[in-house]
């Protein structure tokens, strides 16, 4: 089993920045990728970005890509940092855990754990 913790959502104007952190505990050594996915009212969850868990390869979305970077800053904390932050990126964001090696990384199905979520709102 695994238990990710999201922490660093909060309230940002337009243009502003946000950094989220997923602390990733228990049964990391399952692990093959970590993603990053939101919610927004009435839409449903949506891929935004993910990592291989070794840090070698890294999946956007078009809409984020170029402004979001994901990373992996120690054993267990997978980061994401968010630039240029617009109004439409106003969601619950969450991290999760894919113990699947088979790189379908945009697919919220193939995703084992998810945390909590925490939220983020981009004010025009």
């Known amino acids: 089993q695994v238990q990710l913790v999201e922490s660093g959502g909060g309230l940002v104007q337009a243009g502003g920045s946000l950094r989220l952190s997923c602390a990733v505990s228990g049964r990391t050594f399952s692990v093959y990728f970590m993603g990053w996915f939101r919610q927004a009212p009435g839409k449903e969850r949506e891929f935004v970005a993910a990592?291989?868990?070794?840090?070698?390869?890294t999946y956007y979305a078009d809409s984020v890509k170029g402004r979001f970077t994901i990373s992996r800053v120690n054993p267990n904390t997978v980061n994401l940092q968010m630039n240029s932050l617009k109004p439409e990126d106003t969601a619950v964001y969450y991290c999760a855990a894919d113990f699947n090696p088979s790189a379908l990384v945009r697919l919220s199905t193939v995703y084992d754990y998810w945390g909590q979520g925490t939220q983020v709102t981009v004010s025009s």
């Open positions: 990592i291989r868990w070794s840090g070698a390869s």
